[in-house]
Structure formats: structure tokens, C-alpha cells
């Protein structure tokens, strides 16, 4: 039975390289295995550990019976020896793996000191006078078992979020054949297939709804409580959770692409991906290893030189060894690592960096890119106004989507919902002209329609219609029929009902927000008064975020910057915390240090303290580890020793597995809730 092996300790490293859900059930599979396997041992050191316990002098004196018979040291000696080799055998191959990569760590330790003692009590036996220390090498092997057990089981719980993750994907899928729908497993899927989802099952991958409508829970992928309602034509998540309609859909791509898999593969990286707080820690865990063999032959040689006999000092070096063994602080960081990444995950929060998530913390501004972010995002008709008597606000409406239904632009869109809403037909276009920056133009049933902005009219001094009036958050487009000026359209992109509570609570934690847009002056300075921001930057093109960014920076803020990475990833990538919202399709694409899947504002104000909740853990957890060693090693070395208090190795292997417990349920304590008030 192999022991994962890697620099830091054996649990960190199974933490990293046998805990990968990504890998499937076989990475789960082989830490299952390696949890039982310790298990195993940990019983059988036991049910050897009793006769070694009744067998050993020491306690036979303490107990007041006298036992010894001809032959019983040897009894001793082989069942100790079976204690060695069969339950410290993952500790000495650690050991052999430690020496191998010129790395010594935590196994260097344990290794080392069962070995002494063993080889000490063997040369007991076979003549050398003095006291033998098997039942204290058997109760210090049964208690480093079961301290590697109890935590490998809390490593295993610290990832079982991201397990439940990959659980999310269903394994059958229904596919629809010509005439019949036959069951497939998910992962021969390939582009263009139809499946077939009954009411209550999850999505089978990402895909089109084809036929039919339904509800969807999204909450497990997205972190969005309520059920999205999924019509022909919409996209759907793999893993999400079907109401009581059931649909056809039409498979988008393989489900190694889909977006839980790349959620999924997220949440794996950044598990790995080391931040500052952790390569403290393991530099604290490789100085605490030097500390303990200096430490450990240092008492030995005070002891054994002051006139103490050599099992008195060797057994002091032994317990010194081990109480230092730098376990707790081995899984100090990497088990709050492991959980913070993948409950965020869990709540539509997917970080792609783990040092701009710890960043999080030292925030002073957030830049808001609006669109998207603190508004909704889409642009609906707020009014339609007719210039000219014979021609009704339908007419006009219906002749300006004619020249928008090529167009994807927001206020396209938003002109062409209206039209839906209203049953109108759309006609046809000839001639279709973009007026670059200013709109379009094109012959609609043999007029000329030209559908512009405010700035048309002023450069070709057309002036604007009498009693003519905008209120601040409207964009208006006009519309002119053969030359002659018709009507306007007015449409207005309302604010995100969480955003005036987000940038509250951001104040609350003395952070700036600073909205930066392209829209006009009017438009940004009504929406950041509204929702009582810093200040506002205007009328600002793609390109130049970038340069605003660094302007706050040189002013000395730590700057993170939300935008949709698409357009903003030069500013994403140049800000100290890349913040992109609501593009959960293109999640590999992003610069962006964090995505959030939903464009909820509110949840950069929980990424912030949930990032300060992190790291709090983190360095909770290093202080505990460090700490504790301050208190046991001087105690372990004998320092108190004319005062009577004295820690026996078991004491000590208690105490070190104690700590390292402790650590592991204080990093299980970690919860999003309390930072994730979902309305």
C-alpha cells in the first residue's frame, strides 16, 4: 500500500494529489483505500499492543504483579518487532521516500524516532542493561496510526464539496433516436445529439432547449435559489435540476467540456494553486522539522551527559521528535484551502487564482463596470413617442425593428422584445446600411428608415423635436421616415434591485466604489447618486479602463475591477483583483482572477468577507500549529522535569495528533453562510 508522499506532510500531499475529484473515482478510490489501510493497521497494533502492554517490566511494576518467565523478553520482542514493521511500515517507507528526495518532513521524523527506540529495546533484549521501551513504541505506533487516520478522514471531508460537485453530473442520459429514446451513458455525448429530460431528473449536459418548457433549479451550479424558467431556444446547465415540464435538448458540446467539468477542473486547480499564506506555511513546517532533530539530539545529549541513563534520554529525544512532527501545520492552510475553494464554488464564486482571492481582503476600491453589474443589463423600451400625426407609436416601433433585427446590440434587443410583446410583424429590410457610431439606415415597404442617435440629429442640424425630454438613465434613439423626422424611442436599463445594498454594505467596510462607463455623463451620474457611490467615470472606451485603473493605482489603492471579461480583460488583467461577472460560458477564457456566475453585485461584497473569513482561518490555524509546539516541546524535552511533569512519547504522539485535529475542524468550522445572506 503506497503512502502519497510529497514535501510538505503525507496528508497535505494526498490532499493534493489523491483527492482530485477531477480524476474521478479513481483518485477517490485510491484515498479510500489508503484511509482503510490505516485503519487496518491501527486495529491490528492494537489487538498487539495488549500482550506487549502486560508483558513490558515497567508496567507489570506499576500494577504490582511480577510475570517474567523464561522466554518472555523474546515474546516482547517479536510482537513489538511484528508492531515495527507491519504498523509503522507507511511511517519507515515515508522515511526511505523523505531521505530519497533529500527532503525531510514530517515521515523523516517519525521514522526516525520509532527506529531508535526500536533498535534501543532490541540491543535491551540481547544483553545491554537497561529498561526496553516497547510499550512505549507500541502505544506511540497505535496512536501516529490513528491520528493519520482521523485526519485523512477530515482531508477527505475538507474536499467531499468539490466530490459533490462532480456527483452533480448525471451518468445515464435519455437520447432521442428516430423512433425511440434509448439511455446512453452521459460521456458519449457529442455535439448536436437530442436527449430527452423527464420532470425531476438533472440535465444530462449543456445544450438548447428544443420542444417543450420547464423550471430549472440552478442553485448547485449557479448559487441562483430561484428555479429559471427554460423555454425553446434557452441554454441549459449540465447538472441542473428539472421541475415538472420535460424537454428536448440539443446537446452543445461533450461533457468533458461542459461548464460543471470546467468547474469542476477550477476547483481542482486552484486547490493546488499555492497562494503566499501557504508557502508560509510550509516553510514553517520544513524549519519545524530541522528545530525537532536539533531539538531532539540536543536533549539527548544534556540528559545522557548529566548522568541519566540512556533509556531516560533517548526516550526524551524520542518524545521530543515526535510532539515536533509539523503536522497540524502541514494541514494548517491546505484544509481551508481546500473547503473555501469549493464552497464558493458551490455559491456561483469560482476562483481561478487563490492569491486574488486572499488579496480580496485588501481591497480599498472596486471599479463597476455598469452594464451587467449594477444594472440588469438588458435595455427595455421605457416609452415611444410619434412626432407626426398620421403615424402611431406601433407604426414607429414596428418600422425601427426591421432595421434591428440584424443588430445584437442591447438596444436592438430591447426594441425587438417590444415588438414581440406587442404582436407586431417585423418587415423585411433592402438596403441595409450601418451609420458607424450613430446607427442605421435601410428601405423598409420602399420608405427610407434611418434610426439614429441624439448625436445624428446635432451634426446633420436637424434640431430636436419641441418639449423634447430625456430623463437621465434613458438612452433614445430616433426614427426618421424619408428624411423627416417621425418619433423617438426611449429605453432604459434599470439598476439591479441588490446594488444600492452591495455598495452599502461596501462602505460599511470603508471600500470605495467607483462606477466606470461609457455612458454619458447624465446616465453615470444618476446611477452612482442613486445608489450612493464614491464618484463616477464617464464616457470611457474599452481601452481606455485600462489607463483609469492604473490612475487609482498610482494613487495607492488596491483596485479590483468588475467587468464582463470580454471587453474588459486588458483592465481585468491589470487590476490587483480581476473580478469577471456573469460569463460562466467562457470561464476558461477569462484574465480574471475570480468569475462570478451570476452578475449579482452582492456577491463581490460576500467574495470580500468571505475572503477575510478565509484568511482569518488560515492564520488562526498557523498559530494554533506553531503555538502549541512553543508549550510541548520545552515540556517534552524535560524542562519541568524536577517539578515532576514529564511527557512519556505516547503523551506526546497524542498531543501532536490532537493538534492536528484541531486544526482540521477549525478549517471544517469555514462556512459561506454567515457571508451569504441570499435573498
Known sequence: MEHPHNSESPSHSTMQHDHNPAMGMAGHNHHAMMIADFRKRFYVVLVLTVPIMLLSTMIQQFIGVNWQFTGSPYILFALSSAVFFYGGWPFLKGWIDEIKTKNPGMM?????????????????????????????????????????????????????????LVQLMPSDAHMVMPGMVHDVKTDTLKENDIILVKPGEKVAADGIVLEGESYLNESMLTGESKPVQKIKGNKVI?????????????????????????????????????????????????????????????????WYLTGQTLA??????????????????????????????????????????????????????????????????????????????????????????????????????????????LSITVPATENFNAITGKGVEATVEGKK????????LTENNIPL????????????VFVMINNALAGYIALSDEIRPESAGAIKTLKQNKIKSILLTG?????????????????FIAGVLPHQKLEKIKELQAKGEFVAMTGDGVNDAPALAIADVGIAVGSGSDIAAETAGIVLVNSNPKDIVNLI????????????????????????????????????????PAAGAVLMTLSTIIVAINASRLSINAHFARK
Open 465 to 476: 423635436p419641441e418639449g423634447f425630454t430625456a430623463n437621465d438613465t434613458e438612452t433614445v
Open 609 to 648: 468577507l468571505f475572503g477575510k473569513a478565509t484568511y482569518r482561518k488560515m492564520i488562526q490555524n498557523l498559530i494554533w500549529a506553531t503555538g502549541y509546539n512553543l508549550v510541548a516541546l520545552p515540556l517534552a524535552a524535560g524542562v519541568l522535569y524536577k517539578q515532576g511533569i514529564l511527557l512519556s
Open 519 to 535: 455612458d454619458n455623463n447624465q446616465v453615470a451620474k444618476s446611477v452612482s447618486e442613486t445608489l450612493g457611490m464614491d464618484s
Open 238 to 302: 449540465a447538472g441542473s435540476l428539472n421541475g415538472n415540464g420535460s424537454f428536448k435538448v440539443t446537446v452543445t458540446h461533450a461533457a468533458k467540456d461542459s461548464y460543471l467539468s470546467q468547474v469542476v477542473k477550477l476547483v481542482d486547480d486552484a486547490q493546488k494553486s499555492k497562494s503566499k499564506t501557504q508557502l508560509l506555511a510550509d516553510t514553517a513546517a520544513k524549519w519545524l522539522t530541522v528545530i525537532a532533530i536539533v531539538a531532539g539530539i540536543a536533549t539527548f545529549l544534556y
Open 312 to 421: 531516560f534520554a533517548m526516550e526524551r529525544m524520542v518524545t521530543v521528535i515526535v510532539i515536533c512532527c509539523p503536522h497540524a501545520l502541514g494541514l494548517a492552510v491546505p484544509l481551508v484551502v481546500a473547503r473555501s475553494t469549493a464552497l464558493s464554488a458551490k455559491s456561483g464564486l469560482l476562483i481561478k487564482n487563490r492569491s486574488a482571492f486572499e488579496n480580496a481582503r485588501k481591497i480599498t476600491t472596486i471599479v463597476f463596470d455598469k452594464t451587467g453589474t449594477l444594472t440588469v443589463g438588458k435595455f427595455e423600451v421605457s416609452k415611444i413617442v410619434s412626432l407626426q400625426k398620421d403615424i402611431n407609436e406601433n407604426e414607429i416601433i414596428r418600422l425601427a425593428s426591421a432595421l434591428e433585427q440584424k443588430s445584437e446590440h442591447p438596444i436592438a434587443t430591447g426594441i425587438l422584445q417590444k415588438v414581440k410583446d
Open 108 to 164: 523523516f521524523l517519525i521514522g526516525f524516532a520509532i527506529t531508535v527506540a526500536y533498535i534501543y529495546s532490541v540491543a535491551i533484549v540481547f544483553g545491554l542493561k537497561g529498561m526496553d521501551f516497547f510499550w512505549e513504541l507500541a502505544t506511540l505506533i497505535l496512536i501516529m496510526l490513528l491520528g493519520h487516520w482521523i485526519e485523512m478522514k477530515s482531508v477527505a471531508g475538507a474536499s467531499k464539496e468539490l466530490e459533490l
Open 449 to 456: 428608415i434611418v434610426v439614429v442617435s441624439p448625436g445624428y
